[in-house]
């Protein structure tokens, strides 16, 4: 049971190309989110899905684009990498919005 | 806006004894959870504990133990008999209750240091 996993787990790109990061869970949960941390602000909402094609902006949203059309797969899209898009993002589901949110392992992006 | 807010960026605790971690958050909806985190060096997010703000009972898994103080926004974090695998960051999340969208407000970090 592979519960929730991210790729990649490490990634290096140059300012103004797109990278995806990938999400799948194996639980069918219906809630899933990404957030970002970096030092200083502990984890930030980006986006979260209630369902498939349902999506919604978090607190930090500009600049990432996400997509859910299947329920195990929310995959998360920078456009045009920039510098301080440079951080740790993890992907988290719940089967419902008030159970605990499962979280991947990570991914360190590090955009040049 | 719900704010999370851990004072205190580093901690340090020798082994078999006792520490405690502060979180004070800010809301003014009736139902809520707050939880507990610990991130390790794997980077890994693990649920500690977490507590229903209905309950009037603090939480408990083994070791961790809670002091949730409704009336002064106040969750605290306290680690019995510390062991060197307890070393990590330490946060602090909210969430608000049913009808919400789910995601947790979370709290910039605890660093816990375990010294043998």
Redesign the interface.
């Known amino acids: 049971d592979a519960g929730i996993t991210q790729s990649p787990r490490y990634k290096i790109t140059e300012t103004g190309r797109q990278v995806t990061l990938m999400c799948h869970q194996t639980w069918s949960h219906s ?1 899933m ?1 990404w ?1 970002r941390q970096d030092l ?6 980006i986006y ?1 899905s ?1 369902a498939a094609d349902i999506t ?1 902006k ?1 607190e930090v949203p500009d600049g990432y684009v996400v997509s859910r059309s299947k329920t195990e797969n929310f995959p998360l899209t920078l456009e045009s990498a920039t510098r301080s898009q440079t951080s ?1 993002y ?1 992907c ?1 589901s ?1 089967r ?3 159970n ?2 499962f ?1 991947g ?2 991914t ?1 992006l590090t955009v040049l | 806006a719900q704010t999370v807010t851990q004072s205190q960026p580093e901690m340090s605790v020798q082994e078999a004894e006792t520490v405690t971690l502060s979180c004070t958050y800010d809301t003014s909806e009736s139902d809520y959870y707050l939880f507990w985190y610990k991130q390790p060096p794997s980077r890994q997010m693990i649920l500690v504990i977490r507590q229903e703000a209905y309950k009037q009972q603090n939480a408990t898994e083994n070791r961790f133990s809670v002091n949730f103080q409704k009336a002064a926004k106040s969750f605290s974090l306290k680690i019995s008999d510390s062991q060197l695998g307890d070393a990590a960051m330490y946060f602090c999340a909210y969430r608000r209750g049913e009808g919400s969208q789910g995601n947790l407000i979370f709290g910039k970090g605890t660093k816990l240091s375990v010294k043998p």
């Open positions: 809630y989110f957030y200083g602000h502990g984890l930030r909402l979260y209630a919604d978090g740790v993890f988290a719940s419902v919005p008030y605990e949110q979280f392992p990570g360190r």
